[in-house]
């Protein structure tokens, strides 16, 4: 003869924004076990989840209960090579939405997008999805796509939605890497100060935009910062947000402290500290790196006829600066978490371009 289920009620639990139901310990002589459902903990989910719960509870007065789970399992996607990727992403999306702000989403609304734009026999196939995105994209675009997708389906797999990721057998794009130094001149840099503190649109992100130039640090690194690692003499450099994921470590994966001078100094003063990262979006929540460069900053330059070049030249002005100052190499490679080679070869030739009265 069969277990006797032993009587009990059924709970609806969610982890990693994920439904299960949670059975009686009675069931399994004290032990928790659970059924995962595969779905996402939404509204309408919750529904088909309190259906399940029913069928158990009936079962369990009836001591019909089947122990192999079985019966109970809802039909997850097929194990084939064909996902049906965009309804696999619209649950990734209304996981992922929970957690990011209105303006990180936009990357996610994007890349639906372009799911949607996708001819049929492009989309079942990962291979064909790379190379429609190579010809349709500049390479970094469909780089940063297939990162996102690869995403959606790590997440998939660690959901029991599908059993793999065909995204990680792919050849990785290489990333864009532009090794062009460009600083902006003290006069530039001090126009788009000035631009942003008067701004009636983006003087909000004024104190980030100086903090950036008086730093020298990555953009990933100043969205990154919080209140805990900041103190009277010193920040801390720990931690980045690249392509909107937390990084708990630097670009280069040391830690770095950077001397707070009285310029630092009068900037974090004006920044509230009612968040714990030292700055913050608009709306609220980490700042959206690309929405503030195509809007905030690409528009501020461009209102004053300044050549374009992204926030992280702020980055490559600090240093030069330093340089034609007299600050010692192997200071400013302390200061912005370089080594002293890489400053040399990259920063020490663009210093001075006028040749000194000797």
């Known amino acids: 003869m069969g277990k006797r289920a032993k009587k009990g009620s059924v709970v609806i639990d969610s982890r990693n924004g994920m439904l299960r139901l949670r059975l009686p310990r009675t069931l399994f002589d004290g032990k928790q076990k659970y059924i995962s459902l595969g779905l996402p903990d939404t509204a309408v989910n919750r529904k088909i989840a309190e259906a399940k719960v029913g069928e158990i509870n009936i079962d369990i007065l009836l001591n019909q209960?089947?122990?192999?789970?079985?019966?109970?399992?809802?039909?997850?996607?097929?194990?084939?090579?064909?996902?049906?990727?965009?309804?696999?992403?619209?649950?990734?999306?209304?996981?992922?939405?929970?957690?990011?702000?209105?303006?990180?989403?936009?990357?996610?609304?994007?890349?639906?997008?372009?799911?949607?734009?996708?001819?049929?026999?492009?989309?079942?196939?990962?291979?064909?999805?790379?190379?429609?995105?190579?010809?349709?994209?500049?390479?970094?675009?469909?780089?940063?796509?297939?990162?996102?997708?690869?995403?959606?389906?790590?997440?998939?797999?660690?959901?029991?939605?599908?059993?793999?990721?065909?995204?990680?057998?792919?050849?990785?794009?290489?990333?864009?890497?532009n090794h062009t130094i460009d600083p902006f001149s003290v006069e530039e840099r001090d126009l788009i100060i000035e631009c942003f503190n008067q701004s009636e649109y983006f003087a909000y992100y004024s104190n980030f935009v100086r903090f950036l130039f008086f730093t020298g640090c990555r953009p990933s690194e100043a969205i990154a910062l919080e209140w805990k690692n900041v103190n009277r003499d010193y920040i801390f450099f720990t931690e980045a947000i690249v392509e909107r994921e937390w990084q708990n470590h630097t670009k280069t994966r040391k830690s770095r402290k950077f001397p707070i001078n009285e310029q630092l100094s009068n900037i974090l003063n004006e920044v509230d500290q009612e968040s714990d990262f030292v700055f913050v979006a608009k709306e609220g929540g980490v700042i959206d790196l690309h929405n503030f460069t195509n809007r905030a900053w690409r528009n501020t330059l461009k209102g004053q006829n300044i050549r374009y070049r992204p926030p992280y030249n702020c980055r490559h002005t600090f240093i030069t600066l330093c340089l034609d100052a007299g600050v010692p190499i192997q200071q400013v490679a302390n200061w912005v978490g370089n080594s002293p080679a890489v400053i040399l070869k990259h920063y020490a030739g663009l210093t001075r371009s006028n040749v000194p009265l000797i």
Not at 68 to 73: A, C, E, T
Not at 101 to 122: A, D, R, W
Not at 152 to 177: H, M, Q, S, T, Y
């Open 65 to 177: 209960f089947d122990f192999s789970f079985d019966k109970y399992l809802i039909q997850s996607m097929p194990t084939k090579d064909f996902i049906d990727l965009i309804a696999l992403y619209d649950q990734y999306m209304a996981f992922k939405s929970k957690h990011l702000t209105k303006g990180s989403m936009k990357n996610y609304t994007t890349v639906k997008h372009k799911l949607e734009t996708m001819p049929s026999g492009v989309i079942e196939k990962p291979s064909n999805i790379k190379a429609w995105l190579l010809e349709h994209n500049s390479q970094e675009q469909a780089r940063r796509v297939l990162v996102n997708l690869s995403g959606c389906l790590d997440w998939a797999v660690e959901n029991e939605l599908i059993g793999d990721n065909p995204f990680k057998r792919l050849k990785k794009i290489k990333a864009v890497k």
